[in-house]
């Protein structure tokens, strides 16, 4: 909170306002024309506020579009919503230029490893159906007299042919899949070629429409240009990617939801709330007499159930990594507790030897399992304890690296010896080696060989603190092992995002935004109380505005754009 104690201090908060303003929002450029439908008011006390205001089926709606510092922008090419929300220079203006009048093709189908029976070339661009029309043959014609013909594609209706290369020479027997715009994937033509699916084949019929005019897509660009011509925003465009690489069945359902809007909808609406309190305040600013007195609480009401929204977006945000890579859970403890039973039959196989003798295992085993959907990557570990074995002891090393590496760790105890000093020990050199990391792991104390103990296992009142759960287990029956993946997803609050409600995830680049757009509630909820003039809260809520628009991509520049869709696979 800003103090505001003294001439000085008051002096000081005015500065670093103006100076945040200036920051954000950049000099007052001129006033230019864009052309799209509707027009654009300028904020009259210069601080560059674009204000949008559209027609759609008789309805307005306002939407504001906080601009940094004006660029020169060549009028090469029409803008629409998407391209004249770009922050781009004249050159690169000519970059989009050649970008929207090519003609894009690649390879959509995996290649590499077992072929499959049908693979598919996509061509999509203003000359998609020129260039498959120039490699493309259909049956019913080449049995006609006349080859002079050129395919001339209705809709969505499939056709059998050939493709032939510049030579006429047949490379394929393909079905042709014609998509005109708009009712296409990038909202252009799109003409899709499925012929066999070799790496050959598929390369021949590649190659061949690259002669007839196409150029090869770069990694994204048919979902870039889904993008750019509004088949999508930047949050769905990223759940694509996510659904592409997804792991786990979670992890595809999450992207799914979000490719269907779940996400977008959420910040869409968060980011016309910011407006219409924005368009309040500033219609105040200018006509103070005319207008009622701004319900204060009112406001404060609003921004407070923003701001939850934004903490429950964060929270799904901290699931990310989670949800895309999966979990490493390594199993520590000392020597002959059964940590390799657990091992193996928590994975349903043998991949860990088990004998009665202490230190069987001595390296780092590791298997894959899955809990309720999400990949976990086990790591059976050697038994910690003091040993002069040179072997045993790397062994021990390693088991304590697996264990300040994983995302939990299952500290395993006998029940039928109960807590013991050997295990005081354990965890007092887990603890110590997380304070080193400056990393807090959560640990579970899993109590095994509970069908041997003689009395039931008294947890003791000083480790209540130190585990944040307590699951008793019998390897040999498996007793237990469904209560221990109940509590590691409750652990990690997995178990919410399971259970139902919001299954859309968010990763790091939109949780950035989140971030900034929880600071900047905060910051006005504190200019708010603290009886700040309403010209200040509007820098706030600008912020937050430009933030949440950086999500679905309503205000991005061309290099973040760059940087999202080239880790894109080079078919999508």
Known sequence: MISTEGPRDLVKMLASRILLSKWMLGKQGKEGDLERRGHRHMDNRGTGLNVFVEESE??????????????????????????????IDEDQQHTLLRFRSSTIAAIVTSLGGQPGAVGIVRISGPAAVDVAATVFRPVKKRRSSSSSVRWKPRSHLVEYGVVVDS?????????????????????????ELQCHGSDVCLHRVLRACL????RLAEPGEFTLRAFLNGRLDLSQAESIARLVSAKSLVAADTALAGMQGGFSSVVRSLRMQCIEILTEIEARLDFDDEMPTLDTGLVISKINAMSHEVEQALDIANHDKFLQSGLQIAIVGRPNVGKSSIFNAWSKSDRAIVTDIAGTTRDVVDTGVTVHGIPV????TAGMRETDDV????????????????????MTISAIDGWTTDDGKILERIKHNQKSNGAVTPLILVINKIDCATSSFQFQDTLAGTFVKQVTTCALTGQGLPDLDSAILEVL????????????????????????????????KSSISEDLPIDFWTIDLREATMALGQITGVDMSEEVLTNIFSKFCIGK
């Open 58 to 87: 008789g309805m307005q709606s306002r939407e504001l579009l906080a601009s940094g510092v004006e660029k020169k922008v060549s009028p090469l090419c029409p803008l629409d919503e998407r391209s004249a929300s770009l922050q």
């Open 167 to 191: 030579e006429g020479k047949v490379v394929d027997e393909v079905l042709a899949v014609p998509m005109l715009a708009p009712r296409s994937y990038t909202r252009e033509d799109v003409v």
């Open 211 to 214: 002669e007839g005019g196409a």
């Open 377 to 380: 990557t086990l790591l059976d």
């Open 391 to 410: 072997v045993e002891k790397i062994g021990v090393q390693r088991s304590e690296a697996a264990a300040s590496g994983a995302d939990i760790i299952i």
């Open 493 to 524: 609050g997995l178990d919410k995002v399971l259970s139902g409600g919001r299954r859309w995830a968010v990763n790091q680049r939109q949780a950035e935004q989140l971030l900034i757009t929880r600071e900047a509630l905060s910051r006005l």
